[in-house]
């Protein structure tokens, strides 16, 4: 019977490793995504800020599975007294200083809204409803797997008072900006539709080509997403020579604009922009559109902007990868700073360090979000902090500012709000943090530190080789959390499934101090509950110091280091020894101040 019993097992086992490398490779080879086609023609009414759209989608269902519904984010509609996110800033403990009470004091002629008309799928009529922010849509026909369809719509919409990102008549005076401006249809993907209503956090959109023409007064200059097509007849600094323009009569001008392969479309509209062009060697032009009536200090500041931005893009390019468009805008208008495709809507009247700052932020989501585009609702620390992290080791280096840890003040914040005890975990919701600072926070800060800290774990080439992969293996693709811990894995050669899952599904701390020495022994405490490898230095009485790393038993290896590699460390042993040659004077843990401990004091002792 024990024979037959081990035979047995062994065929499970067999057969068991045969099912798992099949289904390894059928996955790899049957990833998929949506796709869309977007034409849109919108006119414009710059008097009451009202437009009407038509839209035309081409879709592709990729997925395994039969559609029987669709569904559409209509964003402006949250800017109405008694929606979401109306009611949401009203009773969140920390609300936004640019919302507040402002939606529930609405007019009617000041909300948002887009009414969508009459919507057809392949010619025919079908049922919709609004349903807040999101337009619910019963089709007459599932869209079968493989299969595309087209969707018609006509739709009204108003231009809310300038609250949160999108808007008019901003406080620096921008007539419209104009981002979620439209019908924009929902994510499907491997974890279904993904339809949250609209309450001011971030996006998420199915990859595609757009082309929108925008008819308007003609006195307003248009920047945004994509290549403009009719130059010749707009004019407003995108024909260079003004003998060649064949301007249209009458009261407005139609811009065409065609964008190739992202997820959104943002364009911002001005009668007083000036529109400049850098045209950068390796064939990008960068666009800057600002007001002319900013003072002369801002004016200057948006001049020097101008090749700062260049040394921008080369480095993203050079550390993350290669911009894949031939344009980028800056444009002010918006509340602040918002990356959109191929673009960016920042306030402009800031001192230089500050625009140069908000550029660098916005212009790296390029990378980590629109590129890289993962679900800034579910995971927006991959975004956020991605970003923070490259924008700050950018202004470090171009500014010439002589940060030994650029990063700092994303520790800061973090040891602030866990010594405060509003800290939340990373999986939470972009939606449904309890507060903006807990959101912020995560997001930011924490997101940030998930890659500084990781230089710590697998060392500083590591991450930026894993980096490079990551944008290689997942650019123009949704990936997940799991995508950049694989990517570093497959760099670093190491197993990073435990810093994956306490750094972001858990609120577990980090604490290792130096419990004692005892005579040439010295003994390691973890106190906090998210285990560490450990760079430990040692200081002897003769003056003489030495380096050790401590692997983590569970990364399976130790990063690239100089330092004495000892034996691993067991992460539910609360202690760790290891003996020394000569007699100590003190230890540190830590030295890069790259490990996340949240209690500083315990990480050195000086031995008396």
Aim: charged share 25%.
């Amino acid at each position: 019977m024990r024979k037959i019993y081990f035979l047995g097992l062994s065929l499970i086992m067999l057969t068991s490793c045969k099912v798992i490398k099949d289904t390894t490779y059928v996955a790899k080879e049957t990833y998929w995504q949506q796709h869309v086609d977007y034409t849109m023609d919108v006119d414009v009414d710059v008097n009451n800020y009202q437009y009407k759209g038509k839209q035309t989608l081409v879709y592709t269902n990729n997925s395994p599975d039969d559609l029987n519904k669709v569904f559409y984010h209509l964003y402006f509609n949250a800017f109405q007294p008694g929606s979401q996110m109306d009611v949401r800033s009203l009773n969140i403990k920390d609300p936004d200083r640019r919302v507040r009470d402002r939606i529930s004091k609405l007019q009617p002629n000041e909300i948002g809204y887009i009414k969508v008309g009459s919507l057809k799928q392949n010619g025919v009529e079908v049922s919709h409803e609004t349903v807040g922010t999101v337009l619910e849509v019963q089709l007459n026909k599932p869209i079968k797997s493989g299969e595309t369809v087209t969707l018609e719509m006509d739709f009204d919409a108003q231009v809310p008072v300038q609250i949160r990102r999108s808007g008019r008549n901003s406080s620096e005076g921008v007539a419209l900006s104009m981002s979620q401006w439209y019908p924009k249809l929902a994510e499907y993907d491997f974890q279904g539709w993904h339809t949250p209503p609209y309450i001011a956090r971030e996006f998420q959109g199915v990859w595609g080509d757009f082309d929108v023409t925008i008819h308007i007064d003609k006195n307003y200059t248009v920047g945004g997403t994509g290549y403009l097509q009719n130059p010749q007849e707009i004019g407003h600094g995108y024909q260079d020579d003004s003998k060649d323009l064949n301007l249209p009569k009458g009261d407005k001008l139609s811009w065409n604009f065609k964008a190739p392969n992202v997820h959104d479309f943002m364009w911002a509209a001005d009668p007083e922009y000036i529109h400049d062009v850098l045209k950068m060697e390796n064939g990008i032009d960068l666009h800057f559109l600002y007001k002319k009536t900013l003072e002369a200090e801002y004016l200057k500041n948006w001049k020097d902007l101008q090749p700062k931005t260049a040394e921008l893009m080369t480095y993203f390019s050079e550390q993350v990868g290669q911009y894949p468009y031939k344009q980028y805008s800056v444009i002010q208008g918006g509340d602040g700073g918002m990356e959109y495709a191929m673009s960016t809507l920042i306030t402009g009247k800031r001192k230089f360090g500050s625009l140069f700052g908000v550029t660098a932020h916005e212009m790296a989501h390029t990378w980590f979000q629109f590129l890289l585009a993962s679900n800034e609702s579910l995971h927006p620390w991959m975004d956020e902090g991605f970003t923070s992290y490259i924008s700050n080791k950018a202004e470090n280096l171009i500014l010439d500012e002589g940060k030994e840890n650029p990063h700092a003040g994303s520790y800061r914040g973090y040891r602030s709000i866990v010594t405060k005890g509003y800290e939340e975990s990373l999986s939470t919701h972009a939606d449904r943090y309890h507060t903006n600072w807990a959101y912020s926070t995560a997001s930011y800060s924490k997101g940030n530190i998930f890659l500084s800290q990781l230089e710590y774990v697998i060392g500083k080439e590591n991450v930026a080789n894993g980096l490079k992969k990551y944008f290689n293996d997942f650019s123009f693709k949704h990936p997940t959390p799991n995508d950049i811990k694989r990517s570093m894995e497959k760099t670093a050669g190491l197993d990073l499934s435990w810093y994956l899952n306490e750094w972001t599904q858990t609120t577990h701390t980090i604490d290792y101090g130096v419990k004692s020495v005892d005579n040439n022994t010295i003994t390691l405490e973890r106190v906090g509950q998210m285990p560490m490898p450990m760079d430990v230095d040692v200081t002897y009485v003769d003056g003489t110091s030495e380096s050790f790393n401590i692997p983590l038993e569970m990364m399976r290896g130790s990063k690239p280091t100089t330092a004495t590699i000892l034996k691993d460390w067991g992460w539910a042993m609360p202690t760790y020894s290891f003996t020394v040659s000569k007699t100590v004077k003190s230890v540190t843990i830590d030295k890069s101040g790259l490990m996340a401990d949240i209690n500083l004091e315990n990480n050195v002792l000086e031995v008396k």
